[in-house]
């Protein structure tokens, strides 16, 4: 077994407590909780309702706090707790295990948040066309902005302990208000990015951003740099470990 393939069995074993996967898991099928309320008392909603629900739900709600557990708990927790020393001490690049624990957190994170959005979105738009089209714009925006959350997340527990705490401050705080209220401020918003994504891909949700199409190249460049970021600081740790 490689050392990547290593450092994501190990992650995924950690990240998978019973406890806190069912937590996850409840949190996530808010979508479908609410989609069967709704079809119990209405017909199916109108695409921009269906468009502003989602978009509250999932990109503004459910996806972000899913990613803040798992991204701070991939590698946070084991800078915390002092055991990630075993695996500092080993002869891999840090850029693999940001990696490696990126992916494992987005994966779960992916896993979790996508298949409610898409179910709820069903329920509660139907199956026109038009509405499995918003409800699919929406899972592929959720896709993106699961990997590029929880490395924000993941990247942001190397720097401080606290990152639990600062991250639901960006994700209610700045995501929230700040972004929506200062010019310039959306390009260094993921949720901008993400309403780009569902408004190139289904205008007809009635979702606007600043940075439109452009939300697919903000995602790339922004993942990149928070890996690059934590890869280097993470380097950086180990160093003053071993002092």
């Given at each position: ?26 949190l ?20 921009r ?6 978009d ?6 459910v ?14 927790s ?16 840090r ?17 979790l ?20 089209a ?33 991250g ?18 959306q ?26 199409a ?30």
């Open positions: 077994m490689t050392v990547f393939a290593t450092i994501t069995s190990i992650t995924i074993r950690a990240l998978l407590g019973r406890r806190r996967t069912l937590l996850m898991a409840l996530a099928a808010m979508p479908i909780f609410l989609g069967l309320i709704v079809r119990a008392n209405d017909d199916a909603l109108d695409l309702i269906l468009g502003q629900t989602l509250g739900l999932v990109i503004r709600t996806l972000p706090l899913v990613a803040i557990v798992f991204g701070t708990a991939a590698l946070g084991e800078l915390e707790d002092g055991t990630a020393v075993f695996l500092l001490t080993t002869p891999v690049d850029w693999q295990i940001i990696v490696a624990k990126t992916l494992v957190a987005g994966t779960l994170t992916a896993v948040v996508v298949p409610g959005a898409v179910i709820g979105g069903i329920i509660m738009g139907g199956t026109s066309s038009e509405a499995i918003v409800t699919f714009a929406f899972a592929l925006a959720s896709i993106v902005g699961a990997y590029l959350y929880t490395a924000i997340f993941l990247v942001l527990s190397v720097f401080t302990s606290r990152g639990l705490i600062i639901l401050v960006y994700a209610l705080i700045w995501e929230g208000i700040v972004a929506g209220l200062l010019p310039g401020s390009v260094v918003s993921v949720r901008e990015y993400l309403t780009g994504i569902v408004q190139t891909l289904a205008p007809e949700a009635g979702r606007t951003s600043l940075v439109g452009s939300g697919f190249l903000y995602a790339a460049v922004a993942f990149v740099l928070t890996l690059a970021l934590g890869s280097v600081r993470l380097a950086r740790y180990e160093v003053r470990g071993a002092e």
